[in-house]
């Protein structure tokens, strides 16, 4: 039975967490400063928490083994199963002929590459955020945006940071949902109070798009629809998670948003949309110029080549299906009670051998973490699986154009697959030897100044792990803890840990490299990297000072129980 000591190195909490940080320094150093590719860097950082978590922490090099084995198979199921087949589904619409009549669909609505940048990014990634999640909005947005001409690198950084918005209520709200489990919170006065804290950066994403699409002429000149847009989804976000619908927020908040893009865009023309274009796509010609295919090194690339589509209301449908099936099936088995219980039934339960049972929490508990949850059939997954196969039989395509379509994408994702699969044992390495709870608890440890710093925990959780549900599983209880010695409002702070991580996403390794895998820059997530840290920094440090002042002069801003 192992148990992990929070100040293993000399009883000290911060020399402690100064070592079991390190990890953590070397994804940031590789990725950030040495460029390193992405699974070079993961497995370092990988073998770097097994040397802390064997010398510091004592944990039997058994367990480390069986720890990372378990957080190895999460990262290959489900994490690059809801990837893999996320692309597959787009690639299957590029060899059945249908790429250039949904590239003329969006063209309809608006052919300025700005307001596209809103419209897939903002408002239709959040809706696959809310189904989804776990990646799959990255996946598919970002081919989404390559298929209108985007350049790669630019699709990357606008999905990574619209991706922001959506994440605390994503996948029906399971963060939220964890957190109010964990802590005995009601969920619903959690999901309450976050939605007195995301609404603010929502709001002002969409102006960041256009920023990273063109810069201080398209924020001059498509100010108001990205602010209106921006608006709307804040404000829907507010009004559903605390009068609605905690589970329902970002659908209704997505299609509140993209509602409000398509009637603004009937009275009001944005200009300089063709000058955008324009310029992108030159800078599209020099990117291929210098990288003539790089869909070689993996991921889901379309030409930027456009041709003249005359659409009929049969193409419109066609172009549109996959997308509108993925809506449907995802609505349909999260949002019927009891086609979400029989999918949960079908989930396998395993007691990870020779790890479970034998790993406590610090306070001597025996840990749930060491049971895998097998989603053979309810994973997002294994229903994109299931869309993609009735998209190719309603597109008529030969079962061998399908399988090789498939075949050819596991083999350019492999480093992609490594990739997530090291971060994730990284993370599992990490959370169950004692190391990250080492630095919460560090950080916890500031008295009524914590306010201030709990969302660096939740954002702290969500870059190594991926995943904001993660994150609250590792720091729910700990930011309620610490709250109550400080004599603050412990909802406030589990609240602020889920809105932490929604910032932290994006800096993630596994959303680095499921980012650079649809868009075709895999082996160049570093350049991702420093591309968006600065956003996740900046909206990380307005954050803390919302939530600090929440637990003071605005609190009047939290709702009461």
Known sequence: MYTPDLAPLADSLTLSSLVAILPLLTIFLTLGALRWKAHWAGLTALGVAILVAVLVYQMPVGLVGLSATQGFTFGLFPIMWIVLNAIWLYELTVRAGRFEDLRAVIDAISDDP????????????GLLEALAGFGAPVAITGVMLMAIGFTAMRAATVVLIANTAPVAFGAIAIPIITAGNLTGIDYQHIGAIVGHQTPFLAALVPLFLIFLVDGRRGLRQLWPLAL????????????????????????????????????M?????????????????????????????????????????????????GKVFMALFPYLLVILIFSASKLVPPLTAWLASTDVKI??????????????????????????????????LLTGVIVAIVYRMKIADAVDVYVTNLVKMRWSILTVASVLALAYVMNQSGQTITIGTWIAGTGAAFAFLSPILGWLGTAVTGSDTSANALFATLQQTAAEEAGLDPALLVAANTSGGVVGKMISPQNLTIAATAVGLVGKESLIFRKVIWWSLGMLVALCLLVGLQSSVLSWMIPVQ
């Not at 998670?241 to 905690?246: D, Q, R, T």
């Open 228 to 263: 209106v847009v921006g608006v709307v989804f804040a404000v829907s976000q507010y009004v559903s998670s605390n009068f609605l619908s905690v589970e329902l927020t970002d659908i209704v908040a997505s299609l509140m948003g993209l509602a409000a893009a398509v009637l």
């Open 114 to 125: 700005r307001v596209q940048a809103i419209i897939i990014a903002f408002c239709f990634g």
């Open 351 to 384: 007691h990870w051998p020779g790890l479970d049972g034998n790993v406590t929490n610090a306070a001597g508990e025996v840990t749930s973490s060491t049971v895998y949850t097998f989603q053979w059939l309810s994973s997002p997954g294994t229903l994109l």
């Open 265 to 313: 865009l009937q009275v009001w023309k944005p200009v300089g949309g063709h000058d955008a274009l324009e310029n992108m796509t030159h800078e599209r010609e020099r990117e291929q110029a210098e990288d003539p295919d790089p869909s070689a090194a993996g991921g889901a690339l379309a030409t930027a080549t456009r041709t003249q589509v005359q659409l009929t209301p």
